[in-house]
């Protein structure tokens, strides 16, 4: 049974394409302890794309973060040091015709709900961009 408790983890990876499966391993470890294997196979597929869109078009480190609400809402998280905002997702019919470009298209098509927000700490920049599992848009 999924906990009622909220939790919350970051995963602060180095820009290398190899941190998104340690990203995508790391989360499937989670939702285990926390019995949610259920949102497995969606939030890895989430997850995947969201860092991959990070490490890939960005050039300083990332950050993979998973929030859970205690309430049933699974929000799943990319940070990177880019504040520019992210390309607005394709159709997803025109989308999975190309091998490029189709990572928030899949987000939007799988996600309850998703977004960005730029951030700035400490002089540091950058933006987030999330989707969420367990809640009707």
């Known amino acids: 049974m999924p906990e009622t408790e909220p939790w919350e983890y970051s995963l602060y990876i180095p820009?290398?394409?190899?941190?998104?499966?340690?990203?995508?391993?790391?989360?499937?470890?989670?939702l285990a302890l926390h019995h949610l294997g259920h949102l497995t196979d969606v939030?890895?597929?989430?997850?995947?794309?969201?860092?991959?869109?990070?490490?890939?078009?960005?050039?300083?480190?990332a950050a993979l973060r998973v929030r859970w609400s205690g309430s049933g809402v699974l929000r799943i998280g990319a940070w990177d040091a880019d504040p520019s905002p992210?390309?607005?997702?394709?159709?997803?019919?025109?989308?999975?015709?190309?091998?490029?470009?189709?990572?928030?298209?899949?987000?939007r098509a799988c996600a309850d709900v998703w977004g960005w927000q730029p951030?700035?700490?400490?002089?540091?920049?950058?933006?987030?961009?999330?989707?969420?599992?367990?809640?009707?848009?």
């Open 86 to 107: 992210p390309e607005p997702p394709r159709p997803f019919e025109r989308a999975v015709e190309r091998e490029e470009g189709r990572g928030l298209a899949l987000v």
């Open 15 to 30: 820009n290398d394409p190899r941190a998104v499966t340690v990203c995508r391993r790391t989360l499937r470890l989670v």
């Open 119 to 137: 951030l700035a700490r400490e002089g540091n920049r950058g933006k987030y961009v999330w989707c969420e599992l367990g809640r009707t848009a």
């Open 43 to 61: 939030a890895e597929l989430l997850a995947t794309e969201l860092v991959t869109n990070a490490v890939r078009h960005t050039k300083g480190p």
